[in-house]
């Protein structure tokens, strides 16, 4: 007599909702999404069809969330996620995090003067062990010379009547010299005065950012300024937080 083979069992993360097949729809949907932020243009914008594709997919995704409550699963949430896609707002804005230039006032709250900075890349790594939201800017000077980090520090807690909003006390905000790299590279590259601090301290507004999607290696945020951010799971250690 045959017998049908049967499947291996799936032990999903602790708190996530079981995702089933790898083919099933959220991969399907997760893997059209990377693809159309993929498609971006030569200057990290997108044409209004693949705008639409995205918002789209990002809004099909967090329908299907296998986290429905990231209050329960924070852990699962902990790491370090680099950001593939982000809008700030205003439509304009939606391919920001590839590679473009900035003001230096405008990254840290007016806490540093207006210089011309080049944004690389943006990481975000969150512990909740100690409550850390942090953001983290990879930057360049304009001209190339010099690449560092500037870091903007944040606390977060969840309220249970909001269990996906992380709700964030942004704090201080610092460059982060590393190697070579010393506070004086720094500050004659991006043109900064002689006595500028590298570290100051934060009071802007309270923000909050929904978990609104999330599993292994994808997460989907919603920020309370309308701002949409798209991140995938990185492996490392942490620039601002220690991950095992």
Known sequence: ?????????????????????????????KSALRASIGAAGPTGTYDDATYAEIIRLINALAERTPMPRPIDAQSAVTGPWRSTFAQFGPRHTAGKPVAHENKLNLLTFARFPERPVRVLAIEQEI???????????????????????????????????????YIVDFHRIAFSPQGAVTPEHIRRSFDLPEDQAMSVELKPPRLSSDVVFCDADMRINFGSMGGIYVMDRVAHGGHSVAFP
């Not at 045959?2 to 949907?29: N, Y």
């Not at 942090?134 to 944040?154: C, K, P, R, W, Y």
Request: proline share 6%; no cysteine; aromatic share 8%.
């Open 1 to 29: 007599m045959l017998r049908r083979r049967r499947r291996p069992r799936r032990f999903p993360i602790a708190g996530f909702v079981k995702e089933g097949d790898p083919m099933s729809e959220i991969a399907t949907l």
């Open 127 to 165: 512990h909740h062990a100690s409550g850390d939201y942090n953001n983290v800017h990879f930057v360049e000077s304009i001209d190339g010379a010099l690449q560092t980090q500037l870091i903007v520090f944040g606390r977060y807690r969840i309220e249970a009547d909001n269990p996906k909003r």
